[in-house]
């Protein structure tokens, strides 16, 4: 098992390119089975999740290869329609995989991705919404069998989930009619999955507001399109950045999908200065708390990825922050290995209480999920002395070799 090994204490100045995003990539991925040719995806980050839905991919006769950060997938020959469960349990969004697997070949067998590092994560919305549209789901021994092509339907969404309003998409874009989506996710990712099936010949409307409609098309076809930059990826190097008092310029950003975090981290009194697809922050003394509660919510709130990496540069600012988490049940996991670091944190239910300590100290921890991996990391990084954490097969499925931009911005941070 690999291990992180890091020593605090450095500013970390310097410029950074923002990977492709990991959660445009694997619904995109998924995509692509829909089409009749071949499709090309650049900016697409080199992460374990992204490998695991290419090994999706060419599992079902899709033939998907990567040179660096290009994939090309050839969806021609689907010849297998059941995804194996050691497959599906290697990424926890594979689920994406079943609504587009309907669309393709009007049957699938997928399995129940089961509950995950966050606490349980449910598909009831999924499942509910793909019978809406004509879909037959049978579940047997935590296997889940579908078939039907599919028609339009107007679907409510109790909760505008991400992957719900992705598989209804990608299941409605082949089938029959019109289907009306209310209270969709508006996450920027959902934009950019709609903008690849719009260049495949889909007649997508209004994603990124709370109504998505969607035409059905008889045929989707291939195309080449660049994956947006990773806003969570972003603002986990900015934090990182802010925490150790240092100075960034990242470029390959994402600037209006950032913004619900660049306007919290504003507050901590760093510098934040935005132009194109650059994003330059400077962060001098020690970085101030943030009065207002940072309440995650579905975008355009303050996003639940962003919670824990903020969590971990505030644990040092001076004053008390005020954490509200909305979104999951357990994402506050990464605050025992903060305390652990001599972090002052009270957690009560959805709430935690950050009091600013001066320092922080090295420790050895594990890496609970992949935001709470990355947390720990930049508490190591602001700490005195040398930290190792392990477990990074968690942080490896989101970020691309965290320890090369680390050491890029002049971090003391190698793998073992
Ligand atoms: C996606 C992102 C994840 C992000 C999350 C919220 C990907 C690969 N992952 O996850 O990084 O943290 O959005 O922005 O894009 N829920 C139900 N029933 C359902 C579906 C969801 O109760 O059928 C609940 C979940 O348990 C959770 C909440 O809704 O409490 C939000 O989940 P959802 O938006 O679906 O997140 P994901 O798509 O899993």
Known sequence: MQKFII???????????VQGSKNSALPIMAASLLCGEECVLWNCPRLTDVYAASRILNHTGCKC??????????????????????????????????GAMLGRTGECTVSIPGGCELGPRPIDMHLAALRKMGADIREEHGRIICCG?????????????????????????????ETVINNAAREPEICDLC???????????????????IKGKKQLYGCEYSI????????????????????????????????????VLEQTGCSIYTNRDKIYLRSGARLNAVKERIRT??????????????MAALSVADGTSVFEENIFDCR???????????ADIQVMGKIAVVKGVKGLCGADVNAT????????????????????????????????????????????????
């Open 228 to 263: 947006m930059p990773d806003r969570i990826a972003g603002a986990t190097y900015l934090a990182m950045t802010a925490a150790s008092g240092g100075e960034i310029i990242l470029t390959n950003a994402c600037i209006p999908e950032t913004e619900p975090f660049l306007s």
């Open 7 to 17: 020593t605090g204490g450095r500013k970390l100045r310097g410029q950074l390119a």
């Open 369 to 416: 999920d992949l935001r709470g991996g990355a947390a720990m990391v930049i508490a190591a990084l602001t700490a005195d002395g040398t930290s190792t954490i392990g477990n990074i097969c968690h942080i490896d499925r989101g970020y691309e070799k965290m320890e090369d931009a680390v050491r890029l911005l002049g971090g003391d941070m190698r793998r073992s």
């Open 149 to 177: 092509k599919g028609h339009g339907a107007k679907i409510s969404l109790a909760f505008p989930s991400v992957g719900a309003t992705e598989n209804i998409i990608l299941y409605a874009v082949t089938a029959d009619g």
């Open 65 to 98: 290869s990567f040179s660096e950060n290009t994939a090309v997938i050839d969806p021609k020959d689907v010849t297998e329609t059941s995804i194996p469960e050691s497959l599906m349990h290697e990424m926890r969004s594979s689920i994406i995989f079943m």
């Open 297 to 310: 919510m579905p975008h355009p709130g303050f996003p639940t990825d962003a919670q824990a990496v903020l």
């Open 195 to 213: 903008g690849f099936l719009r260049k495949c010949g889909a007649d997508i409307k209004g994603d990124g507001g709370s109504s998505i409609v």
């Open 332 to 342: 506050y996991r990464h605050v025992d290995a903060l305390v652990k670091m001599g």
